[in-house]
């Protein structure tokens, strides 16, 4: 896939892609052609645009035999945060927007998820079991700040002691410890927090609006500190970049109060390809051949490995020393290859005014 060329009258500022390759649904492609004038174009910053849904619906289901999980609630569509290597970029392709600038770029926002949350949950028909958030894309948007509509979503889960498990990077979630706080204290939720590097710069270069590593450690710290069982995600570790890094992440993840650790190497799959390719050549390309040669040989020699059993772990001889090292380190720093199982015995609709109480 050979990616268009950047728009020059865009000012790109805290990007992680550098263009929009048409999605793969698309039966057009757009190039830009000059108009033969002489008169420079004016230059503009692109600004992120937030749009908002009325969703008819709020849980997904999935039975991927790679995920914990069968149920996932995603409050947002897109992310800001703009991380090179998402795999959730390709997602976007279905709104039929580009997986590069625009997933970055257009954000849709589902203002009455916790409404819909809370008609779905309660339906009769409705089997408890634990509901995962930040399955496809992060649900601590920067715009959460404004919007609280994964605030929202916890308060009904809160109410209606549903066990939650969320996977985030977004420093918002330090907002929300009180409630996290109050479900973990009953067993109901969970946290995991990504990490991809210790290096401030070259976090900046891959996910150039998500927290700095720095922070990501005081959101853990402060999620421990509320009771908030945390698992350290070292995900995705990228060969040649971050590989060498995983002992020090898992160490200053413990240090900060993780209790569990996973790692997923690095995944590439659709659009999400041709995208970090780019990205390696602006960044570093004195390093590109190598880190793609390394993805490869974890990849049965292709970018992207989609198998079921293999996409999460990747094969072969680095593979496996990529997970023997992160098997050791976590072992010796006692942290657990999983938390424990969150309660789902207490689910059932909260109290309303005129109920009558329970004998009990």
């Avoid at 970055?104 to 409404?115: L, W, Y």
Wanted: charge should be positive; glycine fraction near 8%; charged fraction near 25%.
């Amino acid at each position: 896939m050979t990616l268009p060329p950047r728009n020059p009258d865009e000012i790109l500022r805290a990007r992680g892609a550098d263009s929009r390759p048409a999605a793969r649904f698309e039966p057009y492609r757009t190039e830009r052609e000059h108009d033969g004038w002489d008169i420079p174009e004016e230059q503009s910053l692109l600004r992120t645009e937030i749009s908002q849904e009325r969703a008819r619906s709020i849980i997904s289901r999935n039975s991927s035999p790679d995920v914990p999980f069968d149920r996932s609630v995603n409050p947002y569509r897109g992310c800001e945060h703009g991380c090179i290597y998402c795999f959730a970029r390709p997602s976007h392709a279905y709104l039929g927007l580009s997986p590069g600038l625009d997933f970055e770029t257009k954000i849709t926002a589902k203002p009455n998820a916790p409404e819909l949350l809370a008609a779905e949950i309660g339906r009769r028909s409705y089997r408890v079991a634990v509901l995962a958030f930040g399955t496809n894309t992060d649900p601590y948007q920067p715009i959460e700040s404004k919007l609280g509509i994964m605030r929202g979503c916890l308060q009904v889960l809160h109410d209606w002691n549903h066990p939650v498990a969320l996977v985030t990077r977004g420093a918002t979630v330090m907002r929300d410890a009180d409630l996290l706080g109050a479900m973990a204290a009953k067993g109901q939720a969970a946290v995991g927090i990504s990490i991809t590097t210790l290096d401030a710069d070259l976090a900046r270069q891959m996910e150039p609006r998500a927290p700095a590593p720095a922070t990501r450690l005081r959101m853990i710290r402060c999620l421990a500190d509320a009771g908030v069982p945390v698992r350290v995600m070292v995900a995705p570790v990228i060969p040649v970049l971050t590989g060498h890094e995983i002992e020090r992440i898992l160490q200053a993840a413990r240090d900060a109060g993780a209790l569990a650790a996973s790692m997923i190497p690095l995944r590439l799959p659709h659009e999400v390809a041709p995208l970090f390719r780019d990205w390696l050549e602006r960044h570093h390309p004195g390093k590109a051949a190598h880190v793609m040669s390394q993805v490869q040989a974890m990849r049965g020699g292709r970018d992207n490995d989609p198998r079921f059993g293999n996409r999460m772990r990747g094969e072969g001889h680095e593979a496996e020393l990529m997970h023997q090292r992160f098997r050791l380190a976590r072992r010796r720093l006692g942290l657990e290859s999983r938390l424990e199982a969150l309660d789902c015995s207490r689910f059932g609709a909260p109290p309303r005014a005129g109920d009558q109480l329970s004998l009990f």
